[in-house]
């Protein structure tokens, strides 16, 4: 029995396949770098199907946080305090309708711990020396 007719035997194979490797590499060695570039853009051209252009990636993004802000404040309206019909005259009635000068100066007036800390912290306060 001949080596070559052994189906187990693949040296055959081995050294053809070891021939077509040094074959592709002296031809890939001998291409322009311009060559190779419009190969590239050609075999991306042809690997994309016609009028289809690349996906817009950054719109999924601002879809899915506009809606994680619509859920956040739908969240938050539920959870907001309700105000009962009992409770919002009350609120309604403690409220001063304007503002009135004479009730803050006597409030002033009432409270002398305010002029006793100004009387305290002279520091604070530059001394104008003549």
């Given at each position: 029995?001949?080596?070559?007719?052994?189906?187990?035997?693949?040296?055959?194979?081995?050294?053809f396949d070891q021939a077509m490797r040094a074959l592709h590499t002296?031809?890939?060695?001998?291409?322009?770098?311009?060559?190779?570039?419009?190969?590239?853009?050609a075999r991306h051209a042809a690997a994309t199907p016609a009028g289809?252009?690349?996906?817009?990636?950054?719109?999924?993004?601002?879809?899915?946080?506009?809606?994680?802000?619509?859920?956040?404040?739908?969240?938050?309206?539920?959870?907001?305090?309700?105000?009962?019909?009992?409770?919002?005259?009350?609120?309604?009635?403690t409220a001063p309708n304007a503002y009135d000068a004479d009730t803050?100066?006597?409030?002033?007036?009432?409270?002398?711990?305010?002029?006793?800390?100004?009387?305290?912290?002279?520091?604070?306060?530059?001394?104008?020396?003549?």
């Open positions: 029995m001949n080596p070559g007719d052994d189906p187990m035997n693949h040296t055959d194979d081995e050294r002296q031809a890939v060695s001998q291409v322009s770098s311009a060559t190779r570039a419009r190969l590239r853009v289809e252009r690349a996906p817009r990636r950054g719109f999924g993004w601002v879809l899915a946080s506009g809606f994680a802000a619509v859920f956040a404040l739908a969240i938050g309206l539920q959870l907001r305090p309700t105000i009962t019909p009992d409770a919002a005259p009350a609120a309604v009635a803050a100066v006597a409030m002033l007036d009432e409270s002398p711990d305010l002029y006793l800390w100004l009387a305290s912290n002279d520091d604070a306060m530059p001394t104008l020396e003549p």
